[in-house]
């Protein structure tokens, strides 16, 4: 049971180069989630997507877009990497749309680092 | 004010210890909350909900007050295995989860 898989998990990129977080879960869970979390910051959210073709921006979305690919996959693409955007970036699944819950809380991936020279 | 606020650390005790976070939300509407545990590195996995009664999981006690808005978690008779970063999460509403910064833990033979 492989839960939420992410790749790559340590990425390099230079300054305006682009590239793409891929995230895929096997729970068949509806909602989705991509956060980033910076030291003294805790974890914020980029966009997150309640249910298969839906998409919807969290508190830190500029300089990213993402794709709900289909239930499974949920990817984050960043056009034009920036400084400000070294990070390590999670993905997170849970099962419902509703409004969270004990009984439906997410579950993470392992986490993606990234740095931009 | 921070939405959800805790104490960074590093609590530092010794095994065997008893030790207690709290961490504070400032949105009185808040609906559900968490604690979530992260090791170094690693991504955060849920610890346990915190209801409204209190709860308690083995050696760990979540408690919530709702008048001063601040929940806590209680570790007693720490491991050496509970060295960890301690992450409270709070739900305002809707979907959006807020986490706190987290509080260390380090936890000494």
């Known amino acids: 049971n492989a839960g939420v898989t992410q790749t790559p998990k340590f990425q390099v990129l230079k300054t305006g180069q682009s590239m793409t977080l891929q995230c895929a879960q096997d729970?068949?869970?509806?909602?989705m989630y991509w956060y980033r979390q910076d030291p003294g910051m805790g974890l914020r959210l980029i966009y997150y997507?309640?249910?298969?073709?839906?998409?919807d921006k969290g508190e830190v979305p500029n300089g990213y877009n993402v794709s709900r690919l289909n239930k499974r996959e949920f990817s984050l693409r960043l056009e034009s990497a920036a400084p400000s955007q070294t990070s390590v970036y999670f993905c997170?699944?849970?099962?419902?749309?509703?409004?969270?819950?004990?009984?439906?809380?997410?579950?993470f991936g392992a986490g993606s680092r990234l740095t931009v020279l | 004010r921070k939405e959800v606020e805790q104490d960074p650390g590093p609590f530092n005790v010794p095994e065997g210890a008893t030790v207690a976070f709290n961490c504070t939300y400032s949105n009185s509407a808040s609906q559900s909350f968490f604690w979530y545990r992260q090791d170094c590195r690693k991504e955060p996995k849920l610890l346990m909900s915190v209801y409204s009664s209190g709860n308690e999981d083995g050696r760990f006690t979540a408690q919530l007050n709702r008048a001063s808005q601040y929940i806590s978690l209680l570790i007693r008779d720490s491991k050496l295995s509970d060295s960890a970063t301690y992450l409270c999460?709070?739900?305002?509403?809707?979907?959006?989860?807020?986490f706190g910064t987290g509080t260390r833990l380090l936890v000494s033979p």
């Open positions: 997170a699944s849970r099962r419902g749309q509703g409004p969270v819950s004990g009984a439906n809380v997410l579950t």
């Open positions: 729970m068949n869970h509806n909602s």
């Open positions: 999460v709070v739900l305002p509403w809707g979907q959006k989860l807020v």
């Open positions: 997507s309640a249910s298969e073709g839906t998409t």
